[in-house]
């Protein structure tokens, strides 16, 4: 049985940093492309980042983290990460792991979700 499980959220002042973790079993890990969504009160879910490796790692970003968000991954612990630095009041959100063996990333492409961890900046 695949589990994604997402950790790490938490309130956090607007300019501070988090860092999310999720960590994956009953997939092979190193097999699937990996990313975040998010969803904010009231929207829908949306991309925040991806990572996947082929001979090189190649990384995706939505246009509102870059420069802010990191993604990487630890294969050796089957957990993907997303540090967030300079965070906003409106990067509050439930943010998803996801995984998938297609890429580019995209919410109808992905195989497996977890359940999502909470972050909440306040300004």
């Known amino acids: 049985q695949v589990q994604l499980v997402e950790s790490g959220g938490g309130f956090v002042q607007a300019g501070g940093s988090l860092r999310l973790s999720c960590a994956a079993s009953?997939?092979?890990?190193?097999?699937?492309?990996m990313g975040w969504f998010r969803q904010a009160p009231g929207k829908e879910r949306e991309f925040v980042a991806a990572?996947?490796?082929?001979?090189?790692?190649?990384?995706s970003y939505a246009v509102s983290v870059k420069g802010r968000f990191t993604i990487s991954t630890d294969n050796a612990k089957n957990t993907v990460y997303l540090q967030m630095n300079s965070l906003k009041p409106e990067d509050t959100a439930v943010y998803y792991c996801a995984a998938s063996l297609n890429w580019p990333l995209s919410q109808s492409r992905v195989h497996y979700w977890g359940k999502g961890t909470t972050v909440t900046v306040s300004s």
């Open positions: 990572i996947y490796w082929r001979r090189v790692w190649d990384t």
């Open positions: 009953g997939l092979t890990f190193s097999s699937y492309n």
